[in-house]
């Protein structure tokens, strides 16, 4: 990557967070890796629900936390209190978008909803994330990951045939509803440039895990039933999936009756496999998927993992080890690709987060701001954009409000 670029794309775009625990807090984060100058609400209290999640980081950040919230500004406000209600408007009159995740209904309770501050900047990007459809019957029941992803099919395309329902290892449908959020906003700032007026977008964690079956979905709707299981393996293209090897596992995805041949002949050593008239081509395989794949993995046991990687590479056919996560993560591969960000907590020492995964014009765009500590930068918020001098804040901290 060459040096960092001295401009970010959503550069002077203002970005109001007053959403909590996933998938908001995703979006936003997108925005800022882009380059928007993000302010994240919370409660002076207790904060983002995620500072109670996962791994301690120093005295209010965890793990979870710091994986959806780097490059932002955090302020505390009390969103229950009148005075702290009035400076979220100002805020928000002051932004280009606003991202909220409250319950259907809460943020119109709390005159935050997009009618109430489009009157008071009609540019205003407006985005509502809810459970379910706002304009469905299921539109006041709060939404939650796991939950969608029982609902909405995805757990029934996880695992292997005859195991039962299996969730993904992270919260997918949160994390697919932030970036198609991020998408739609970045939708709507585009159209102002035309128009001069803001949109209200409207999104849903069911719409978007619905999504996220994607061609299994299709095959559903095609079958009219669930389409099998096949865990680690393709559903349609044989062999491919995760092998183990003599010392681990690894993975080999044999695309085309052209990579098969040569996987046969300079890989396992079985040019008669390549000529068998019950696996010579993909659509074979498939059908005879149940014997050729003991077969395979019975040779695949003969080799370590470098020799077949080595012999893979040679013969054009894609591979990869299978890593652990902190394996992967501490890779060189990562290092190369400048993945992971490493800085200095006041509280917490030496820590890292993931860095964005954008590249514009062969440059990471960078982290320019770690997690951010609970409140750490209200007072620096409140001086810039509403020019609260100390003596405001501080009586607005004796009440809490902040």
């Known amino acids: 990557m060459s040096a960092l670029p001295s401009s970010l794309p959503l550069d002077g775009v203002r970005v109001l967070d007053l959403s909590r625990v996933l998938a ?15 302010v994240k609400v919370e409660h002076p209290g207790r904060g983002d629900d995620t500072r109670d999640w996962g791994v301690r980081v120093g005295q209010r950040n965890t793990s979870y936390f710091n994986s959806a919230n780097r490059n932002k500004r955090s302020v505390t406000l009390d969103l229950q209190a009148e005075e702290g209600l009035r400076i979220a408007r100002e805020l ?5 978008v606003v991202i909220q995740n409250f319950k259907v ?13 489009s009157q008071l900047n009609p540019r205003l990007v407006y985005c509502s ?29 996880n695992g292997e045939q005859g195991q039962g329902p299996l969730k993904f290892g992270v919260a997918a449908v949160d994390m697919f ?9 970045l939708a709507a700032l585009y159209e102002r440039e035309r128009s001069g007026r803001g949109r209200h977008v409207q999104m849903a964690l069911y719409d978007c895990g619905l999504m996220i079956t994607s061609y299994y979905g299709m095959e559903a709707l095609l079958k009219a039933g669930d389409p099998p299981k096949f865990g680690n393996a393709h559903p349609s293209i044989v062999p491919y999936g995760v092998f183990e090897a003599a010392d681990g596992p690894l993975v080999i995805t044999v695309g085309n009756n052209g990579q098969f041949q040569r996987f046969c ?26 014997l050729l794949m003991p077969l395979v993995q019975a040779e695949l046991l003969r080799f370590t993992r470098a020799q077949l990687l080595e012999c893979l590479t040679a013969a054009q056919i894609p ?15 990562t290092a190369d690709a400048g993945l992971l960000h490493r800085f200095e907590d006041s509280e917490a020492g030496s820590q890292s987060v993931l860095a964005p995964p954008y590249a514009l014009d ?18 620096e918020v409140l001086q810039q954009r509403l020019g609260l001098d100390e003596q405001a804040r501080a009586a607005l901290r004796a009440k809490n409000i902040i």
């Open 177 to 185: 509803t932030g970036m198609y959020s991020a998408q739609a906003i």
């Open 24 to 38: 908001g807090p995703m979006c936003a984060m997108a925005l800022a890796d882009l380059g928007a100058d993000v």
């Open 129 to 157: 994330i809810s459970g379910y459809s706002r304009s469905g019957p299921e539109a006041t029941r709060p939404g939650y990951d796991l939950v969608v992803q029982g609902e909405s099919g995805i757990m029934a395309m």
């Open 265 to 290: 002949t300079d890989v396992i050593a079985k040019p008669e496999w390549a000529a068998d008239e019950r696996f010579a081509t993909n659509t074979a395989r498939s059908a005879n998927r149940e």
């Open 92 to 96: 928000a009159a002051d932004s280009d």
């Open 105 to 117: 209904g809460g943020a119109e309770k709390l005159g935050l909803g997009y009618e109430q501050l």
């Open 362 to 379: 062969g440059q990471r765009l960078p982290v320019r701001r770690p997690p951010p500590h609970q409140g750490e930068h209200t007072d």
């Open 319 to 333: 591979c990869g080890e299978v890593l652990g996560l902190f394996e992967a993560l501490n890779s060189q591969r």
